[in-house]
């Protein structure tokens, strides 16, 4: 092509009218980062230049406004990870983040993280001491076990548990039990990472203390037993408990360890009081006499991401001295959290735990708080607001058969002009502290069990939005 064609070309002029990066640049000023505000400006040069060499109509000019340079370099300077409101009435919410702490947990966290802290240091002797010191009092008080030690996660409890007392030999499991948690915790691969042979026994729906003993030989070291956490299996079947596990354990020299998955630290009576679904107890798991227990931080307990081995003495002093607890130690914020968390259990105010008290939230609040969310939303153009009955769940792969009767605020769209389901699932979630529903049946629910008191005006004004959007 020569030059005299190119002068011809009306997109060549239009490229060349652009506006430079300097210029956006210094439209965005201070009201984000310099680097945020060149990227931003980049990006929209490279979309505008693209369009116009494609052929795209000069709608509205060619100009990049000062306005969307602003708005798209604020949201590439917005940190990743940020607040969001669970209006899923999933209590449990794995992919948003699980328990939300007790006040009392928040507090000593950011105690901690303000400063220096006694993370490995024994105060009243001036030398060094152990993380590990300032839960496991908690955890023997509350677990009834010898002794406790904490990780990052029940995963990383588990295996470090399977590496302790297994290494290099086989784990007897029920076939029943052999179950994958969340996609990655798949038990025969954490049972290979973990250096253990998997030795299977008994049938999907049946496994009698039999099929254990006979299975037992002279390179046993461990049986597993693990909770069924995220599924169920109903109709003709046995498994044993892990009272016999443990008895049959000692009496062939062979360790034995129960993974609950979830575990709850209030006992069945005041699960029962509180209006909670019944989960096995911790301290029954101990009692029956199992060398190690591990259960999950942010699941039932409704404390931090951790994971917690509990039990024989002898058996957590192996994990803890095991060259894998460098690699999977908790930090000081978690070891906060949990110690703040635990101590509520400690002085019978379990109540004040958030994951505990949306659980226990009963059929009238749950009614009330929703007809305050209808009252607070009041009008909105093209979508009809209504308080209906629904259904959630506890989630974080737990009590996979439990339903939790709740109220919810529902949104439809009321007429033709007005948005669908996904619109109006859409734009809720794109505000400035997304709010995360569920859609049903053409309706967008807002489940009240997961939204806090405090909460509600902002999602009243985040489908308010909805009409001038
Ligand atoms: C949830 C669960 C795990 C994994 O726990 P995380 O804390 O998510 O790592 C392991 N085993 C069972 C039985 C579980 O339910």
């Not at 993370?119 to 908690?138: F, I, K, M, Q, T």
């Not at 039932?300 to 002093?317: E, R, T």
């Not at 703040?340 to 009238?364: C, F």
């Amino acid at each position: 092509m020569g030059a005299v064609s190119q002068a011809r070309d009306p997109r060549t002029e239009r490229l060349r009218a652009l506006p430079s990066v300097r210029v956006l640049v210094e439209a965005v000023g201070d009201r984000a980062p310099r680097w945020a505000a060149v990227e931003a400006a980049r990006r929209l040069i490279a979309a505008r230049r693209q369009a116009i060499v494609g052929g795209a109509d000069e709608v509205g000019g060619d100009a990049i406004e000062g306005s969307t340079v602003i708005a798209a370099a604020q949201a590439l300077a917005q940190v990743s990870l940020r607040p969001v409101i669970n209006a899923t009435g999933v209590v449990l919410h794995t992919n948003l983040g699980r328990a939300p702490l007790a006040p009392a947990a928040i507090d000593a966290v950011v105690e901690v993280a303000r400063g220096y802290a006694n993370l490995e240091y024994d105060v009243d002797r001036g030398a060094r001491g152990s993380r590990h010191a300032h839960l496991a009092g908690l955890l023997r008080a509350i677990t009834g076990a010898e002794d406790a030690v904490v990780v990052n996660n029940n995963a990383a409890a588990t295996m470090l548990g399977l590496a302790a007392l297994a290494a290099g030999r086989e784990v007897i499991v029920s076939r029943g039990e052999l179950v994958e948690i969340g996609g990655s915790f798949r038990l025969p691969d954490v049972l290979r990472m973990s250096g253990c042979r998997l030795v299977e026994v008994g049938t999907t729906n049946k496994t009698r203390l039999a099929d254990y003993e006979a299975a037992i030989g002279p390179d046993t070291a461990l049986l597993l037993k693990v909770h069924r956490s995220n599924f169920a299996i109903v109709g003709f079947t046995a498994e044993v408990s892990a009272s016999e596990l443990a008895t049959l354990g000692r009496a062939r020299g062979v360790a034995s360890m129960i993974d609950l998955g979830s575990g709850a630290l209030v006992d069945r009576a005041a699960q029962r009081a509180l209006g909670l679904p019944e989960e096995p107890p911790v301290a029954e798991a101990v009692a029956s006499g199992v060398d190690l227990v591990c259960f999950s931080g942010d699941k039932l307990l409704g404390g931090p991401q951790a994971g917690i081995l509990a039990g024989d003495a002898a058996a957590i002093a192996r994990a803890r001295s095991h060259p894998l607890m460098r690699a999977l130690r908790p930090d000081k914020l978690t070891i906060a959290a949990l110690a703040a968390t635990l101590a509520l259990y400690r002085a019978d105010r379990a109540g004040e735990i958030p994951v505990l008290a949306m659980l226990a939230l009963g059929d009238g609040a749950l009614a009330d708080r929703a007809g305050r969310l209808k009252v607070a939303i009041g009008e909105v153009a093209g979508i009809a607001v209504e308080v209906v009955a629904c259904t959630g769940m506890v989630g974080g792969g737990t009590l996979p058969l439990a339903e939790l009767p709740s109220w919810a605020v529902a949104l439809r769209r009321a007429d033709e002009a007005g948005p669908g389901a996904d619109a109006i699932d859409a734009a809720l979630r794109s505000g400035a502290v997304p709010v995360i529903a569920r859609i049903d049946d053409a309706r967008v629910l807002l489940d009240v069990r997961t939204i806090a008191d405090s909460d509600l005006g902002t999602v009243a004004a985040a489908v308010r939005a909805l009409a001038s959007g």
